[in-house]
C-alpha cells in the first residue's frame, strides 16, 4: 500500500457549525449513525474528488480527508492510489445480512440458530467457512466475539500448567509467583532469510562471551523465510543453541493472500517450508515448532487448525494493542485475553491446542511522561519515529522498565536484520543494552520455547541457575557441519526464469524446493 496511508498522516478533524460533514439536523446524523459499526468510514456525497469520508463517534460525525492523490476505498477502508480505487460512486461499504444471534425470546429449537432470514440451522454450521443459510448470514459474524462456536472464556480451574495458560486479562504470572522472583525474559527474534548479509550481524550480537545469570549463552529465534536462506548458516545458527521457526514457504506479497488463507495454503506454507529447512539445514531433532505469519497477517482458525494438526506448538504473529500493563503469553485453549488488533486482522475465535507468543507493542514515546500517546508499534522497525541511536536506547530502556517495574511479562524484541544494519549506532546501541541488561542477576535472553519451557515449570529466581531447560544446549563445543557449503544453482518451473543458489552442507536437490514440490525432487504433488 501507499506509504502515505500511515494513520498519521490522515487528516482527522471534529466538525464544527459550517463542515460539509454535519448533517442537517440531530435526527439526520442519528439516522446515519443508526447499525453503523463506530469504526466504519462512509461518504457523504459521490461528489468531489473521493477523499473525503466520515465515520460515527460518540461525540457526532468526524470527518478525514485522504492526502493529496490518493482516494478513499470504501471496501478497503483505506486511502489508496486514485488510479486503485473503484468504489467512489458509492457511499458506503456493501451491508451484509448478520445472523440474528440475540434475541429476547428464543426463536429456534434447542441446538439451532436463526439466520438473519429467520431459518433455524445446526449451531455447530456457522462459521465453517460454508455458506449453510440461503441468505448467507451463517458466515458474517465469525470474529472472536461473535463467532457462535467460538472458545469459552478463561476457567482457570479448567486451564492448569503445564499444557495450558491463560487469566481473564492476560496479566496474570504464572504460578502466582510474586514479580520481584520472575526472571525478566527477553526475547530477540529475526524475521526473513538468513544469508552472507546478515550473519556478521548475528555473529556480533551473539558472540558466544555474553552469558546470562546462569553462565548459558544468550540466544535468539529466527523465523526464516526461504528464498534466498542460506541452510548451512541457518544449520549453524541451531547448532549454537538458537531456535529456528517458519515463516513460510514462498512469502507471497499480498498480505489477503495470509489472512484469507485455505487449510492448504499454511500446510503448504509453514509444514513445507519447516520441510526445506529440515532437510537441508540438517535439523533432525523435531525443534521447529513455531509459526510466524508473513506482515503478521495471521489466518484465523485455518491457520491454527494446521498448527495442532502438524505439531507446531507456538505461533508468534498476534499483537497486542499498546497497555498498562503487558500480556503474557497464554494458550488458544481459551478465549484470547485481549481485543485482536490491527485492522482487517483474521485471529482465532475457536479453542485450539497452541501457544500464542503474543507480540506486546513497543511505546515509542521518546518522553513517555510528557508525550501524548501515539500507536504502539510491534516489530522494532516499525516504530517510524525512531531515526537516531540515541532515540533507539530510550525505546528499549523505557520499555525493559515497563515490563521489569509491572508484571515481568516476557519483552519481545522483533527485527528484520536490515534496519539494525541500516545505522551502525542501532546495532551499537542494542549490543550496549544486553550487555547492561546482562549486569543484573535476574534478566534472561531466551528463545521463544524457553519462554514455553519456564511457564510450563515457573520456577523462582533463586531456583533458576539449576532450570534444567535452560541447561540444554548451555554451552557449544564443536565446529560447523561443514567449513565450505555445496552452492547449488537450481531452477524450478514455479518460478520460471529464476535461477537461485540455494546453499547447503547436503547434496544439491533437482530443482530449487518451492510450494509444490518442498523437496526439491521435481515431482509435482498436484494432479
Not at 189 to 216: H, K, M, W
Not at 233 to 245: I, K, N, P
Not at 417 to 443: Q, R, Y
Amino acid at each position: 500500500l501507499p506509504p502515505a496511508l500511515a494513520a498519521e498522516v490522515v487528516r482527522e478533524k471534529r466538525q464544527d457549525d459550517k463542515d460539509p460533514a454535519d448533517a442537517d439536523d440531530k435526527q439526520t446524523a442519528e439516522q446515519l449513525c443508526e447499525n453503523r459499526p463506530p469504526d466504519e468510514y462512509f461518504r457523504l456525497t459521490t461528489e468531489g474528488d473521493c477523499r473525503d469520508v466520515v465515520r460515527c463517534t460518540k461525540a457526532g460525525i468526524k470527518q478525514i480527508t485522504c492526502p493529496s492523490g490518493l482516494a478513499f476505498d470504501v471496501d478497503k477502508q483505506t486511502c489508496d492510489w486514485k488510479g486503485k480505487v473503484t468504489n467512489c460512486n458509492r457511499l458506503d461499504k456493501p451491508r451484509k445480512v448478520l445472523p440474528r444471534l440475540k434475541t429476547d425470546e428464543p426463536v429456534c429449537p434447542e441446538g439451532k440458530l436463526s439466520c438473519g432470514n429467520g431459518e433455524c440451522i445446526d449451531k455447530e454450521l456457522f462459521c465453517n467457512d460454508k455458506p449453510d443459510c440461503k441468505d448467507e448470514s451463517d458466515e458474517n459474524a465469525c470474529s472472536v466475539e461473535t463467532d457462535p462456536n467460538r472458545a469459552p472464556d478463561c476457567d482457570p480451574t479448567q486451564c492448569v500448567l503445564p499444557d495450558c495458560w491463560c487469566s481473564p486479562d492476560g496479566t496474570r504470572i504464572p504460578g502466582s509467583i510474586e514479580p520481584n522472583q520472575v526472571p525478566q525474559m527477553i526475547t530477540i527474534t529475526f524475521n526473513g532469510a538468513v544469508n552472507v548479509d546478515n550473519v556478521d550481524l548475528y555473529d556480533e550480537i551473539f558472540n558466544g562471551q555474553r552469558q546470562n545469570p546462569n553462565s548459558c549463552q544468550i540466544r535468539g529465534t529466527f523465523f526464516a523465510s526461504h528464498k534466498y536462506t542460506n541452510y548451512a548458516a541457518l544449520q549453524d545458527l541451531h547448532r549454537r543453541g538458537h531456535e529456528v521457526g517458519v515463516f513460510s514457504l514462498t512469502h507471497k506479497d499480498d498480505p489477503n493472500y495470509w489472512t484469507g488463507g485455505s487449510y492448504d495454503d499454511w500446510l503448504a506454507e509453514m509444514a513445507g517450508a519447516r520441510l526445506v529447512i529440515e532437510r537441508f539445514s540438517n535439523i533432525t531433532d523435531g525443534s521447529i515448532i513455531g509459526v510466524r505469519a508473513p506482515y503478521l497477517r495471521v489466518g484465523g482458525n485455518k491457520q491454527f487448525e494446521m498448527m495442532a494438526d502438524q505439531f507446531f506448538v507456538y505461533d508468534a504473529s498476534i499483537t497486542a494493542s499498546l497497555g498498562r500493563v503487558p500480556i503474557w503469553p497464554y494458550t488458544l485453549y481459551f478465549r484470547m485475553p485481549h481485543k485482536c488488533n490491527g485492522n482487517a486482522q483474521n485471529c482465532p475465535s475457536r479453542s485450539h491446542p497452541v501457544w500464542e507468543m503474543v507480540m506486546n507493542e513497543l511505546d515509542r514515546r521518546d518522553d513517555p511522561t510528557f508525550d501524548e500517546s501515539l500507536p504502539g508499534c510491534h516489530m522494532v522497525d516499525s516504530c517510524s519515529n525512531i531515526q537516531t541511536g540515541d532515540q533507539f536506547a530510550r525505546l528499549l530502556r523505557h520499555n525493559f522498565n515497563r515490563h521489569y517495574s509491572t508484571n515481568r511479562a516476557p519483552l519481545g524484541l522483533h527485527f528484520h536484520a536490515s534496519w539494525l544494519k541500516s545505522k551502525k549506532e542501532f546495532k551499537d546501541e542494542l549490543i550496549k543494552f544486553i550487555e547492561e541488561m546482562l549486569d543484573k542477576n535476574d534478566v534472561y535472553f531466551v528463545t521463544m520455547l524457553q519462554v514455553i519451557q519456564w511457564m510450563q515449570n515457573p520456577t523462582e529466581l533463586t531456583s533458576l541457575r539449576d532450570f534444567a531447560e535452560w541447561k540444554e544446549k548451555c554451552d557449544v563445543k564443536g565446529q560447523p557441519y561443514c567449513s565450505l557449503p555445496n552452492a547449488c544453482p537450481l531452477t524450478t518451473r514455479e518460478l520460471p526464469g529464476e535461477t537461485i543458489r540455494l546453499f547447503t552442507c547436503m547434496e544439491c536437490p533437482n530443482n530449487y524446493p518451492w510450494i509444490l514440490d518442498p523437496t526439491g525432487d521435481g515431482f509435482n504433488s498436484k494432479k
